[in-house]
């Protein structure tokens, strides 16, 4: 008895985590009135890389940043090789200095669709660097992009 009810537990866990699988995957950054997102594609090893293109938009134009947010999820997992040069070049179209910058001067935010969902995860900023914010990470039904786009813009 006790064994069938851990083999249940366990394909339960298998099951909900090929859901929360991610997909694909961009990141936000927002800074005043300014947001500049780029796409993220896993490397050879899983990793998921930061890579261009990169776009900006103002915190005003809702109805360009849906689009952004769009065309930056069609290049999330494109397949192209993805590496530490690929990234690097996302720094210098965003005109930053180094990924250290980019966390203290911008509100960073991890938008990943798995299977049925979209996954908002604020990072936040330390003196060891920037990392997710579970507590405030919120989950929403992948059809539901306006309250999406709503907490973007609040965050």
Known sequence: MIISVIA??????????RNMEIKKQITICKKNSDIMIYPESKNEIGL???????YMASVSDVSKIETIISAALQHSNSGIPVNAETAK???????????????KSYKII????AEKKIIITPFV???KGGFPDSKAKKTFDI????????LLLRL
């Open 89 to 103: 070049s996302v720094l210098k179209d965003m005109r930053i200095k180094n990924w250290n910058s980019l966390y």
């Open 110 to 113: 991890s938008y990943s669709v």
């Open 48 to 54: 998921w890389i930061a890579h261009p293109p990169c």
């Open 8 to 17: 249940y537990y366990i394909k339960v866990l298998c099951i909900n985590k």
């Open 143 to 150: 059809d539901d992009c306006n309250n999406v786009i709503g």
């Open 125 to 127: 900023y330390t003196n």
